[in-house]
């Protein structure tokens, strides 16, 4: 176990300019070597744990130093934290290794910032909204299984688009099942039934198709298969375990319209979905998973930036637009964040 | 003022199989002359009003009295309510001319089900939960406007893609400020204010847009100007009304941003927004406008289904799909309609 | 048992301008009332059945008869073959209703012209290639499934774009193996294995998207789900199954490759494939599916054309273009064809 | 007053290899830190005005040095200016800041090489051309605005497409009013006028859409609005004071065929559009429009190209090609250029 | 010779209601059997030659005098004009076959209502004012040739999109001679010598494409080769015959750079163009191709239409669009049209 | 002649770690100036040869030394090959220029490692199964054409997307000819005469539309009319002078019909096919085409893929995707590869 387990934790949105840190682990999340005036070199990094990031320097850096240190890895860093152009900036004193094992990279990725114990009881809570009995007791076999249970609440929603943090798949779910909960009593010819276990199964797959230890990237199968075919096998393969313990067949046109609604939630073909929405449910599901991925777009994309001086984000792919970040009701404008 | 007002009005919706029909008015909604097989003559034709529309049959007729029929147009019917295959169908003995004036053939469209004054009592109880001055103020000059009121209710939300009836229009903005009023709590960033405005102005173009008097169809204005900025226009314009009348310039930015929602609620340049979505506000307004309509079309889309035997309504072209009718928890099919 | 069947059977290819024709069966493939220049009114209509189709007329006919008679149903029918414009015309003397059950309304479909036997047993001896002993055993799961082997005999390879017709998915995979097994050898990279297996399994799918017994169409579950998917679901199970019986783990890649081949096949998001081919087993497959499929529309579409006054069939979707009919090598000309 | 504005201006385009230049301001367009063989730093850098831009080198610097010149900014510069590799350079000897004020960064901005008076002279002179009184009249109302006029003689037709200096935007206009001039006879079914009302006004937006004092960048509104919507909204408003003025109405399709030639002009809704031509003037404005921008791109694309040894510019992402530079009827090819 | 020849020529565009007609020669467009009032047959059918078409009935047809009639074919009719709903319509006493041979079927085509002569002599001497000797000698290999200006002058610019008449391409090519007559003085940098020679030479491939004796059709060559190509390898072929004469090769980058032109000129992929415009004179020559195209479009769907109850013609494939036909400068509404 | 010449030649390919290397000539492919973590600078590079490349180093290196050496030039090279990281690495200790003359180039492009020779004789051998007299006579003039043969058998298929390397052409028409020699028995209603000379044919413009002598780009010619017109211009005068030669005409549907094929075999107007495929064999044509050429990009990116740790090479653009590089029926994976 490394002396660093017993020094106090010090995130990286808590750091104050002027503080001294002693011995605090971070990732390294990138890093270059650059040459001073005097032609001296030293090394541009990024710092980050799961709290936020910040720009560093180690000045007297050589190339050796600068090719020991890992990228993506973690390190013991000393140094301080200094005011530049109004953001803080650590400056590098010294870096060491980490002893393998004495840490999780895991506790250093983008993290969600709710509690996800908290998140995970209340889609629990909402899931038991759900009447029907099949559904519920295939909603149940997920529920119920701790290795799913322990993967689904680290999962991010997306490797970078939307939720792309440790926890983003359950506070994505959380927030469609809400939304689910207060819409569908306005549109009576909707079940609710289809639309809670729709939701909260539409995405599982990502937990198979992601990988999210150390990094986020996609396994082998979530490329080959894609983690909407990925989720219709899962639920497949319960309702089969469900029929096989009760020796009952699990309603037919029940589990197809499940898997339509995961099969078609992407609601365009060229974003991978094999079926475009064909019943009310699919299409609620459809409308409720963009106005949540694309709000979060939108909330992240005015977080993660970094240009006081523009009342626009970059661009936005999935947007095809860049957004507007002011809030004109309050006259609030996005203040100087550090870069 | 024609004798047939003294009788008592017998609604399409309600007319039995078996009941004979003295002197009712209703809307010849199509015709066509056909041959029976010993070759005589007749008439195959639709009745409809606001409640609904029945198949219809007119026998030994000739060229003359056909041509003689205005397609679209009012009359007198007498006749009776057959039961044919299982559907109800009319046999015409007699029609005669309605005089002119003497009937409102805004009365015989296809209406809403609901009660337009209490869909317009709750848009506007609604629309009090804005907070912000100028733009309740806004609001306002179009919510005091008696003539803009009537329109607004009388008014379709579409020609034919959905709440294609009068009081559509109303009908469907309160189902989207309903939506707002329970989703905006679950997104804190997002400004009510702006949501509510940007729903009930997004489509009020359409009073303007659109012709609803005895069919259907765009103005001039409509199709070459559009709704959406024709829309703008008159939001442009009650704004200059209220700073005339307050001596206060109307808040820029404010503005700007109600005016970007209604640009770019259709989501996609290619439906004729010449914006794309860039605020939350905006994001929102498109995909509840998108929920509510898309819902809106499967509903209709299986009250006009025609088929009892197929699971499947017709394709339907905004969906690019066709919809399964079934209700798959309830085990419900869809019964047998009258063609 | 109906008299019919001891009458010898007259297939539609085979009568002859000038043949009387006592009491055949053929299905009513369509149906149309008119009227003669003297007002009497005639039935138009078209026979088929398996071997093909020939226009018909039934003179002296009434709203009655023409409504008795039963559009894609089967009839017996009494009259003679005469030769008008060019082309064959069968007169109806009389129809009589068939007795229920004593026919079966598939043998009058369209049919492969091959022997589907001959096609079956030339597949399997193809599959035997196949020296990967768990894909073998996974395509043995199908071939020795007698329900399977039945159906996938029958199935057609669409509903109308290419192999149209009973025995067609048959007969295209066989198409499809041969292609396999003189074009793998000149790609050494490639596995055939994989390539024949996936093959084989890349439409079995149909078997369950469609419904082939008395017309084509899709299921509930085709048209909610779709074959490429279904037919992943069906490896899945074969899979697991493979697994209890053996109590040996599936290769999870060869499982996850083949998946892969048959996602993938459609080679575009737009033609419902939600994976794009990524090795180069799914790029052969795809692509000498595409070859076989298309050219099998060209020889069916200058098959079924009607009009030899043309060197050009009719406009194919498919192909975004007409096809040139005339084989210019030899200078023949697709002859005088019956309409 | 800075001393230096007693110094004889020495444009860009002007410069010699060999000569002196004691004190002259230009703009900073970009730098660039870089290090020579012996480890020493240097900066690389562009030096622009309204007549062009020159690679610039500054000898022995320091990070200091760098991060003291403000990019984008202007600066006086002392130095000289030699032959590298056949393309002029400018030898920093020394720069010093530009006293607040003391000059106006517009001026060095890419600017027109036409006269912007004469551009707008004949602008108006083109203009008279109107016989139609109400249309005049509202072409009056921005011709007689001198806030108009100097904003109009400023701005750039657009960001960095076609026309984006200074003055492009008379000089666009312009163009598009001579071609009109000429090709409206040939089309007498046209009306001259809407044609030349719809050609000064479709892009009078760009006045507000764009920023273009010390650099080129789209406002708030242009970006939330859009150029095509702020110009039917400045014409709507310009017609409704005219009939406050006048106490007649306007003509209102007068009024609507205008505007939509403004919606319409870009053709396509991909472009922003959200209106398609529907009436011949519309499509003659969209087409000249077309016309003029693409040759302007054509002709800009060969004046920046600097690969004398390409007959190629580099790719035009509008033209969704490269250009071809020789004048093959000449044989005239495109010279040497400096980078 | 039939005797029809001496009777004087009544053109349909001239016929007045209330005229005898003896003996006419006319197309019969279309053919209808129809049922009257009281059971009796009757033919309605449309009229047509090279200025205008009608509407006619035959009372007292049979199924045999309407099977006895070839549809597009050559017919004498007698009878008369009447007045029918505010339109002409002809009323067929009799009509007679016509001896073969004795009429031109294309002189009963639709043809341009200008002077083909005169049309050709204006191309002619428009095309006198290229400089460039080669490009001229090209241009005269084509208006030297006899044949060649015998099926120019016949040729329509399109099968129905636009000059769909014959003399509509020596239409369509003398307004774009015209165009670049005085557009290009307006761009400097662009060679009219290129711009004249590759307008006239653009569409040739027309000539060759199509079929239009007796009606509009593609050859077989115009639809597996297209028009576009045929036209490039008809000019590659006379740069050799001039090659051969001369002794001289043609400059090569002069008929690269028209072929260029003519491969490039429908702007798009999509259009079968297999290259994009990349010189300054292929991008005039697209845009004014287009320009003169749309408006004959938008000309000719106002003069086809024949609804004088709506200001809006039908819809436009090509423009994506319907069109508005009212003039509103001069208020002027299109008159009432016969069908 | 250079001294090198004596020198035995050592193939990059060849090179093995530790080996000295006193005087052999490569290409330059790639060069860059960097400095150490020392201040001193170095050169980092890319040699190549035919048969592959290297990363390289210069320590000591100057500007002046830096910018003397031509980038895409030859030179002598001295020094020793290491091992870095697993690697391959050439640390140059000298450089000397190459006597202008003394080596081609086009021998240190990347070159196909199969024999031309012998690629070229299987190609002859292949056309020899062309049974019909003209098509056998048109190859012919093709084959017989040394200058054309030469050229044919360095060109590369493609400037980058497969088969891009010298020889690439002949290899790829040779597999193409081998796959239609097994597949065309497999259709008999396809004429292999037409199949086998449209596959030799297809490509050959892109012996013009390429320059591949010391670098891969396109000729003029080949940006302004593309090697799809250029092959069929070259087939039309070889088809002209044939029948010069004969005094027979070349039959005019068999010239059709392969122009056809060569015009559309890209499949897509997008790729720059100006017609789709309308015929058997053109469909052939296309199918191949894409199966060889999509088949050598998955082999080419799985060979020039350097990251051992992913099973995933790169993004595609021609498959849209990354391409999975492990065999998972053999269970290799791609082994470690020099960067």
């Known amino acids: ?24 682990v971070y990732r390294l999340a990138a890093k270059d070597l650059r040459t001073t005036s005097n032609g001296s070199l030293y090394i541009h990094a990024v710092i980050a744990d799961a709290t936020g990031q910040m720009t560093a320097r180690l000045w007297q850096a050589s190339q050796e130093l600068y090719d020991s240190i890992p990228e993506g890895g973690l390190l013991h860093f000393r140094g301080r934290v200094e005011n530049y152009k109004g953001s803080r900036q650590f400056i590098i004193d010294a870096v060491r290794q980490v002893e393998p094992g004495s840490y999780d990279p895991a506790d250093f990725l983008p993290a969600t910032s709710q509690d996800v114990d908290t998140l995970w009881e209340e889609v629990k809570e909402l899931l038991r909204g759900i009447r029907h009995r099949e559904l519920l007791n295939l909603v ?4 119920n299984d701790p290795q799913f249970v322990a993967d689904f609440k680290r999962a991010p929603a997306a490797v970078q688009l939307h939720h792309a943090y440790v926890g983003g798949l359950v506070e994505h779910t959380r927030n469609l099942l809400r939304l689910a909960r207060v819409v569908c009593p306005l549109y009576p010819q909707i079940s609710p039934d289809l639309v809670l276990a729709g939701i909260f199964l539409h995405d599982v797959g990502k937990v198979r198709e992601l990988r999210y230890q150390t990094n986020f990237e996609y396994t082998n199968e979530g490329q080959l298969i894609g983690h909407i075919v990925q989720c219709v ?26 898997k339509h609604i995961i099969l078609s939630h992407h609601g365009k073909y060229e974003f991978g979905s094999p079926r475009l ?6 299409i609620m599901v459809h409308y409720l998973d963009n106005l949540d991925a694309k709000l979060a777009m939108v909330r992240e994309a005015i977080a993660a930036d970094t240009d006081p001086a523009s009342d626009w984000t970059g661009y936005l792919k999935a947007l095809e637009s860049r957004v507007f970040k002011p809030n004109v009701i309050s006259g609030r404008r996005p203040g100087p964040q550090t870069d």
Request: include cysteine.
């Open 277 to 282: 929405p064909a019943t009310g449910e699919a």
């Open 1 to 24: 176990m490394s002396s660093g387990q017993g020094v106090r934790r010090r995130p990286i949105a808590q750091l104050q300019a002027g503080e001294r840190v002693e011995d605090q």
């Open 233 to 258: 096998l899962w639920v497949h393969d319960k309702c089969r375990q469900i029929e096989q313990e009760s020796g009952q067949p699990f309603p037919a046109e029940v589990e197809m319209a499940l």
């Open 140 to 143: 149940g076999k997920f529920v």
